[in-house]
Structure formats: structure tokens, C-alpha cells
């Protein structure tokens, strides 16, 4: 005795039948997985990627030489590796400006590619006497200043297994690494100044070439700044140029809201394509489906004479917009999973700013967000659809054609 064709063995027969038109609908709804779930993605990562910059930026203001605010932006964003100096008695004149709370000095350096890396790293110096940048991140995880000799690594760091990294030819013990912060802090290794002047004079004595003028003892490459509490930044910006010519001031403040408005530009147009984008998908949908179901009108009045009911007729339209709606949006959402994922870092040099992706909580949230809309879209397609067919009389629908 054969097995009875249920509503879910008919709607994937018709499928089958028509290869070209399933295989039409599964694309759009993929495509349309792939546009909101990588989108919402890539929006929700820069969100992250903001909050981090936020609260990873201890400093207020950030003093460089003249003509390198660009340089020190993209140190901290993109991890471009650069260098500046000026010389380190212009801390004594930024110590008199009004409205200073603290002050803190790095010195930069570029790696040769290092076996960390393809490419030159950036190293960062710090003051561990008065840093209040760095060494708030990884207190508790060394439980104090990092010992000489050693070094901090950013999250995009890769160490040997022995926990050292090689840099001028030279391993250094690595004893930290930083929680993730979707900038260019990331592809940057940290270490003390006496750190740093042991890394320079091995270095130069290998001979490769420093400007003649500079050394980690009497040259420095920015000054960090905490603005005293009541002040207003702007004004001790103000201040501070009063005191020392040559220079130029970052504004963590400012970048930050750039940062966001830029962001936002983003989020919004993302928001108006993916809804334009969601009326086209179910336009789309909506004539595949009622061009369908003019097709199949004989069909269906077949069904109906053999005894299937109008609700069995929904429920098999209904299941083939569900078999369509899961397997695009698999495809689409696995697709977009491919692409934004392992290639997060290349995604967040590529666009330029703060890059963090968001929590496997929110992961699957959006996942889950995503398959709903299209199974939604899928669904109201077909409910459009089996109106429709619902209309047609079954004797009149036979007879056509004769």
C-alpha cells in the first residue's frame, strides 16, 4: 500500500518539479539573508567598535608634533605604523598649562616585518611611572608594571608558543596580551621605556638606521593628558599651545564624534537600502508566486476535485514558502558568515574605523532576527498568493482552455 501524499510530500514535489522557479525564489531570499544579517553585522561591529574606543581612550588631549594629528589618529584606529619625535623637555613647558590633571609620555617605533607579523608592527613606549593609559588595562592581569625586558601584545598579535615575540631580531618575553578593542591598538605591542631603550640600542647595534637625532632617552613622540576635573577641554587645548610652539593637539573628544557621525552616515544608509531592499524581496516574491500560482490554477482545481480542501491547499502553499524561506536564508546568512568573520580585521582596516565584532549573544540574536524576516517576507508572499487561489472556482478553473 503506497504512503499518502501529505501537504509537506506535495509541496516539496512541486519544488522538485520546477527547479528554475525554486531555484529563483531561494536566491532572492538568500540575497536578501546575506544584505541583513551581514549588514546588521557589520553595523552592530562598529557600534562595538565605538564603545571600545570610548572607554579604552584614557587620554583627553594628545600632543604631537606639528603635522602628525593624522599619523597619531591613525596609530590608534587603523594600527598604520608611523613614527615622530620631538624632544622630551616639552613635557616641562606642558606641565605649566592650566587644567591639568595628568601627563604621560610614549615613544614610537616600526618594526621590520617581525616573525609575529608580515608586516611592521607598531611599538609603543610607555613612562610606567606615570602611565595611566596603558597599564590600567592589564593590572589585573600581571598584577602590577610590567617587568624590563618584557612586552604587551594587542589582540591581533600572533606569539610563539614559548610566549615571545621576535623583533629586530631579538625575542622578548611577552607577558600580557590585551582584550580585543577593534582598533588600531590591536596590531600594536607595548612595552616600558627601559623596554624600549634596549630594543633601540640592540637594534641600531645590528645596524639598521634611526635618525641620528633620536633616542628613547631624550626623545619622545606624544604626550598623554588628563584634563583636571571642571575644566573644559577646549580651554586647556588652549592653554597648552600657549605654552609650547610646534605642536599639535588630538582631541580624543573630537575623534570620537567623528567617529560617530561617521557611523551613523553608515547605520542610516544600511537602514534605508536594507528596507528598500526588503519591499523589493517581497515584490519579487509576491509576482513569482502569483505568476505560479496562474500556472498551477488546474492544479490546484485538480486537488480540490480529488478532495483537498482550501485549507490543505494553504497549508501546502504555505510549507513550500517555508522549505524556500529556510534554505535561502541559510545559504544567505552562511555566505555572509563567510565573508564577515574571518575577514574581520581586513574588514576593519578596509573601512577605517573601529572594528569590534559584537558577542555570540548578539550573533545569534541577529541570526535569529534575520531567518524571522525572511521566513516573514517569505510567508506573507505566499498568504498573497493562496487569496488568490482561494478565489479561483474549480469547475470555471477545468474548463479553461476548452
Same mark, same amino acid.
Given at each position: 500500500?503506497?504512503?499518502?501524499?501529505? *501537504?509537506?510530500?506535495?509541496?516539496?514535489?512541486?519544488?522538485?518539479?520546477?527547479?528554475?522557479?525554486?531555484?529563483?525564489?531561494?536566491?532572492?531570499?538568500a540575497?536578501?539573508?546575506?544584505?541583513?544579517?551581514?549588514?546588521?553585522?557589520?553595523?552592530?561591529s562598529m557600534k562595538e567598535g565605538l564603545s571600545s574606543v570610548e572607554r579604552r581612550f584614557?587620554?583627553?588631549?594628545?600632543v604631537v608634533p606639528l603635522g602628525h594629528d593624522k599619523d597619531q589618529e591613525s596609530i590608534l584606529l587603523t594600527g598604520k605604523p608611523s613614527y615622530f619625535y620631538f624632544n622630551k623637555d616639552i613635557t616641562t613647558k606642558l606641565k605649566d598649562a592650566e587644567g591639568i590633571s595628568q601627563i604621560s609620555t610614549q615613544f614610537y617605533l616600526t618594526s621590520l616585518s617581525a616573525a609575529c607579523c608580515s608586516f611592521p608592527v607598531?611599538?609603543?613606549?610607555?613612562?610606567?611611572?606615570?602611565?595611566?593609559?596603558?597599564?590600567?588595562?592589564?593590572? +589585573?592581569?600581571?598584577?602590577?608594571?610590567?617587568?624590563?625586558?618584557?612586552f604587551i601584545v594587542g589582540s591581533d598579535i600572533l606569539i610563539e608558543s614559548s610566549n615571545q615575540i621576535k623583533l629586530f631580531d631579538k625575542e622578548y618575553p611577552v607577558v600580557a596580551r590585551l582584550d580585543e578593542t577593534g582598533t588600531g591598538l590591536d596590531q600594536s605591542v607595548f612595552a616600558t621605556m627601559?623596554?624600549?631603550?634596549?630594543?633601540?640600542?640592540?637594534?641600531?647595534?645590528?645596524?639598521?638606521?634611526?635618525? +641620528?637625532?633620536?633616542?628613547?632617552?631624550?626623545?619622545?613622540s606624544s604626550v598623554l593628558i588628563k584634563v583636571q576635573e571642571g575644566y573644559d577641554i577646549d580651554q586647556v587645548a588652549t592653554n597648552i599651545r600657549r605654552e609650547a610652539d610646534g605642536i599639535q593637539i588630538v582631541k580624543t573628544k573630537t575623534l570620537i564624534t567623528n567617529i560617530s557621525k561617521s557611523l551613523s552616515h553608515f547605520i542610516t544608509s544600511f537602514?534605508?537600502?536594507?528596507?528598500?531592499?526588503?519591499?523589493?524581496?517581497?515584490?519579487?516574491?509576491?509576482?513569482?508566486?502569483? *505568476?505560479?500560482?496562474?500556472?498551477?490554477?488546474?492544479?490546484?482545481?485538480?486537488?480540490?476535485?480529488?478532495?483537498?480542501?482550501r485549507k490543505k491547499l494553504a497549508a501546502i502553499l504555505l510549507l513550500e514558502s517555508l522549505y524556500i524561506s529556510v534554505i535561502g536564508s541559510v545559504i544567505g546568512t552562511a555566505?555572509?558568515?563567510?565573508?564577515?568573520?574571518?575577514?574581520?580585521?581586513?574588514?576593519?582596516?578596509?573601512?577605517g574605523l573601529p572594528y569590534l565584532q559584537p558577542s555570540l549573544l548578539w550573533i545569534i540574536t541577529i541570526l535569529v532576527g534575520t531567518l524571522l524576516v525572511a521566513v516573514g517576507i517569505s510567508t506573507i508572499a505566499s498568504a498573497c498568493c493562496t487569496i488568490k487561489i482561494s478565489q479561483f472556482e474549480t469547475y470555471l478553473t477545468l474548463r479553461e482552455g476548452e
Open positions: 500500500m503506497g504512503k499518502a501524499l501529505t *501537504s509537506s510530500k506535495i509541496s516539496y514535489l512541486n519544488l522538485r518539479r520546477k527547479p528554475f522557479r525554486t531555484f529563483a525564489l531561494i536566491l532572492v531570499v540575497i536578501l539573508s546575506f544584505v541583513l544579517f551581514g549588514g546588521t553585522i557589520l553595523s552592530f584614557g587620554a583627553d588631549l594628545i607598531q611599538i609603543i613606549g610607555f613612562d610606567s611611572e606615570t602611565d595611566f593609559v596603558v597599564q590600567p588595562w592589564i593590572k +589585573e592581569i600581571i598584577g602590577g608594571k610590567p617587568q624590563q625586558g618584557a627601559d623596554t624600549i631603550e634596549d630594543v633601540y640600542s640592540h637594534a641600531k647595534g645590528k645596524g639598521l638606521y634611526f635618525l +641620528e637625532e633620536i633616542n628613547p632617552k631624550t626623545s619622545i537602514y534605508v537600502f536594507a528596507l528598500a531592499f526588503l519591499f523589493v524581496a517581497l515584490v519579487v516574491l509576491m509576482a513569482i508566486f502569483s *505568476s505560479s500560482a496562474n500556472e498551477r490554477k488546474k492544479e490546484f482545481a485538480t486537488l480540490r476535485i480529488l478532495g483537498a480542501t555566505l555572509a558568515s563567510l565573508l564577515v568573520f574571518p575577514f574581520n580585521v581586513f574588514i576593519g582596516d578596509s573601512i
